[in-house]
């Protein structure tokens, strides 16, 4: 979802729980593949390792940050309508967050090397087509393509990371550096944007991450290593029925949402839709139930703490990053480049807390953690909500943005730990890849949610467009969003 993964040395154990087996191998459905144990590269090898692995993660959320930046160059050049729009982002990260599951099964069955390096690929490639893009349509479809790619770096660079760098300090050194350069991809995704926007076109924000990428992925195939797998192991499935039947459901109700102001919540597209997905999530599980190697194991739901960490969902960054790019911009009149410079903070704290939660967050108590975060977020949230004016920036909006990053590492790495404590052994790797999917299918949904919010207010006052009423409707929804995930916590996670 986000731009912060779980670090620390208590997630980097679980991670190495998640993507390899190493005690031994199982027999049954859970059968696993056997990782030779090895040590960990030296010198310049070491430094290319890390480099290439921790820039998939930079660009993957510099492609989400970037755009975010110039939506509306966008949304002006190719004729968006305002409910439209966020579907720039919102393909992206759906299908970033939707392929989870079926980029780490690729990278158990076959390796993750290549699976990192052709979803790197993809990235770069398809950028270039959505800067070359003509209509709404088209940029959505490429955008969407772009973010399945992006799917595959996550799950097989966090494998790379686990093999490359067995011992646990260590790896949890490099899965800190890992998540802050997601951070760091945040803040500078949203100035490069921003100036790209301004200055050139909104085209070379997309022309940059292929021109950029691209020459990353084929380094990558040379100097990333493959480790060599031992022992025995059963074949194993991608599940293709239910991950389609997941991602079908996934895609109509984030679309219902979407639309749902717009089109009305009465009529029948929408009602239609709403009810289809439905079908699907019922459908999914049901075939889950049936399949000899199920995506998602029923008795998955029946691990401690499971079930309520996959409601414990991240919409807050994408969500108010978007609310703060439209107010910067469209109420407040900056232009791209000012609105880009005054999100740096987002960017420098997120990254100093991703090494700091990951390095000491395994010391406190799992509640506390979750509970310390979304408390901070909530009080993001309400600064946003009162930052009614430019000249209130300083005041409210730059405070915010701290404290909500804040907020944001600490909830992250608490529901990693949280999740992973109760996976039961052999279905280490479902969790973790349901973990990551729920993030990235929060923050979507998020999206769709407070644009849903904004757009309704708009349409309910004489002049749209001039009032900072329905950002302040879309940022107190944020705050009741992070208020149940309190009481959820409070009633229903263990620790």
Avoid at 44 to 52: E, H, K, N
């Amino acid at each position: 979802m986000s731009s912060l993964h779980p670090t620390g040395k208590a997630t980097a154990e679980l991670e190495k729980s998640v993507l390899t087996k190493v005690d031994h191998v199982k027999t049954g459905q859970d059968a696993t593949p056997l990782y030779a144990s090895k040590s960990s590269p030296t010198g310049l090898r070491r430094l290319a390792v890390i480099s290439f692995l921790c820039s998939a993660q930079f660009f993957d959320i510099f492609n989400s940050c970037s755009a975010i930046a110039a939506l509306p160059s966008i949304g002006e050049a190719l004729d968006f309508t305002p409910g439209m729009l966020q579907w720039v982002l919102a393909a992206y990260t759906l299908t970033f967050g939707a392929f989870q599951v079926p980029a780490g099964r690729l990278s158990d069955i076959y390796h993750p090397k290549p699976v990192f390096v052709i979803g790197y690929l993809a990235v770069g490639v398809f950028s270039i087509i959505c800067g070359a893009s003509v209509h709404p349509i088209m940029l959505i479809v490429f955008r969407a393509v772009s973010g399945l790619g992006a799917a595959m770096t996550i799950p097989s660079a966090i494998a790379m990371i686990v093999q490359n760098f067995p011992d646990p300090e260590e790896q949890s050194r490099v899965l800190g550096i890992y998540g802050a350069f997601g951070a760091v991809g945040n803040a500078v995704g949203f100035v490069i944007g921003g100036v790209l926007a301004a200055k050139a076109s909104w085209r070379w924000v997309f022309y940059l991450i292929g021109i950029a990428t691209i020459p990353f992925a084929i380094l990558s195939y040379w100097f990333l290593p493959r480790t060599v797998t031992e022992g025995p192991h059963e074949k194993r499935s991608i599940d293709l029925p239910g991950i389609s039947i997941l991602t079908g459901g996934l895609i109509l109700f984030v679309y219902a949402v979407s639309d749902g102001s717009a089109e009305g919540w009465k009529s029948p597209q929408i009602i239609t839709t709403l009810v289809l997905s439905i079908v699907f999530f019922v459908a999914f599980f049901v075939v889950e139930r049936v399949s000899k190697d199920p995506a998602l194991p029923p008795r998955t739901w029946s691990n401690k703490n499971f079930a309520p960490m996959f409601f414990y969902v991240y919409w807050f960054v994408y969500a108010a990053q978007l609310q703060l790019t439209q107010v910067f911009q469209d109420l407040f009149f900056w232009s791209p480049i000012k609105s880009a410079v005054h999100f740096i903070p987002l960017g420098v704290v997120g990254g100093i807390f991703a090494w700091l939660t990951g390095t000491f967050g395994h010391l406190i108590p799992r509640r506390i953690l979750l509970l310390l975060g979304q408390l901070c977020m909530m009080t993001g949230a309400i600064l946003f909500a009162l930052a009614s004016s430019e000249n209130r920036y300083w005041s409210f909006i730059f405070p915010g943005m701290v404290i909500s990053m804040v907020g944001l590492a600490t909830a992250y790495v608490g529901s990693s730990i949280t999740m992973m404590a109760g996976a039961q052994k052999g279905e280490e790797g479902v969790v973790g890849a349901v973990l990551y999917t729920t993030l990235q299918i929060g923050a979507t949904i998020g999206v769709a949610v407070v644009t849903a919010i904004q757009l309704g207010v708009e349409e309910k006052m004489s002049e749209p467009g001039t009032s900072y009423e329905p950002y302040e409707a879309s940022f107190w929804s944020l705050v009741g969003m992070h208020g149940l995930l309190i009481i959820v916590t409070l009633l229903f996670v263990r620790n």
